[in-house]
């Protein structure tokens, strides 16, 4: 097996390239799509229809929501409690396994005016950074804060505005296209900044930061911060989106998400 997204890092030569199987593609039009540690497949159409896609590509389920407005963020970190955004109305939506609604939360009625980045803790609650305050928090699905950071333009010289977060390993990262990924601790505290500009969003399996670039895969080893591009298999085409678990390959072509299994 090739790739390993789990703790352990690929050592192919970067001039090889994996094989690629096809093994499933979606029938629906894809405007973007995301993926959980279950290998589903969650994918968002233009309209901004939720459709979810079990391990084996049988579509299972869907959800939809056209009262507000764009849907700009899914976190399937945890696959039985799926967090939704639509920062139009700030109104973030938490789904079970059968993508039903548990619970909403009106970040507007917390005396949030400006977020465009959430994302799920590991303990289940919500992370939101706040770019008019410079703040980040965490708060529960019923709005009760319980961490939250000092103001961060006093402590950074460029406070993150990002469109991206994400918790692993008890870290935070935010992702800033403009600045890069910040990392903060469990607390809120800023731990340091990768200067990875352009990106809109990453993964992160054990030890090692993954993320697309002009429909290139590559590696950031946290501990080192070396950076490697990782070979794709020619049937990844020209691919417009890229996400990895495990031993398979995600891949947005011609607005279709193509499914791979990567062997040696």
Request: proline share 5%; glycine share 6%; charged share 20%.
């Amino acid at each position: 097996m090739f790739f390993c997204f789990t703790g352990c890092h690929p050592t192919l030569p970067a001039q090889q390239s994996p094989a690629g199987r096809f093994l499933w593609e979606t029938e629906a039009i894809a405007e973007r799509f995301y993926t959980d540690k279950l290998q589903q497949l969650y994918l968002v159409t233009a309209t901004g229809e939720l459709i979810k896609y079990d391990a084996a590509g049988r579509e299972v389920f869907r959800y939809n929501n056209n009262r507000l407005g764009r849907l700009g963020q899914v976190d399937a970190t945890n696959p039985f409690n799926l967090l939704l955004y639509y920062p139009d109305f700030l109104q973030v939506i938490v789904l079970d396994r059968t993508l039903s609604e548990v619970a909403t939360l009106n970040l507007f009625d917390l005396g949030y005016v400006q977020v465009q980045a959430l994302g799920l803790s590991s303990d289940n609650q919500i992370w939101v950074y706040d770019e008019q305050r410079f703040r980040l928090s965490k708060i529960s699905p019923e709005g009760q804060v319980g961490q939250e950071s000092s103001d961060l333009s006093l402590q950074l010289e460029h406070p993150p505005r990002p469109r991206f977060l994400l918790e692993r390993r008890q870290t935070v990262f935010l992702v800033d296209p403009e600045r890069g990924v910040y990392l903060f601790d469990i607390f809120g505290q800023p731990l340091q900044t990768i200067e990875l500009r352009g990106l809109s969003r990453v993964q992160v399996h054990g030890d090692y930061l993954w993320y697309a670039q002009e429909g290139r895969l590559f590696s950031y080893h946290l501990p080192s911060g070396k950076v490697q591009e990782m070979p794709l298999p020619a049937e990844a085409g020209a691919a417009g989106q890229i996400q990895v678990q495990k031993d398979r390959l995600y891949v947005l072509q011609d607005h279709k998400v193509r499914v791979l299994a990567l062997t040696q």
